[in-house]
């Protein structure tokens, strides 16, 4: 399985921006997905997840209300809406499969992740 995150980028606090995950090699429509991120110093750390039977979003509390999570099964593709970023939302972000039941905790569930794309958000 190869997962591909693009769309970050440099934003200002208050901005937006839209973050793509292309997967293949696997059979996506059947995984939940979820968003991690991994800030300067810190562990990698889930975000925002959703599940493949019916699309439900998960969110930790630090992005709920900011950030939205969505899938295209077609495209095997899932993304990640993240408005109103703060300073502390700059990280590298990732995605990866992640198996039920999805708490804060959950890990990625492919070892091989993707590169990530880095997000920076200036004050």
């Known amino acids: 399985v190869q997962l591909v995150e693009s769309g970050g980028g440099f934003v200002q606090a208050g901005g937006s921006l839209r973050l793509s995950c292309a997967c293949s090699g696997g059979t996506f429509s059947v995984y939940h997905m979820g968003w991690f991120r991994r800030a300067p110093g810190k562990e990698r750390e889930l975000v925002a997840a959703?599940?493949?039977?019916?699309?439900?979003?998960y969110y930790v509390d630090s992005v709920k209300g900011r950030f939205t999570s969505s899938r295209d099964n077609d495209k095997n593709t899932v993304y990640l809406q993240m408005n109103r970023l703060k300073r502390g939302d700059t990280a590298v972000y990732y995605c990866n499969e992640v198996l039920s039941p999805i708490s804060a905790t959950s890990k990625g569930s492919i070892g091989s992740w993707g590169h990530g794309t880095q997000v920076t958000v200036s004050t």
């Open positions: 959703i599940t493949w039977t019916d699309g439900k979003p």
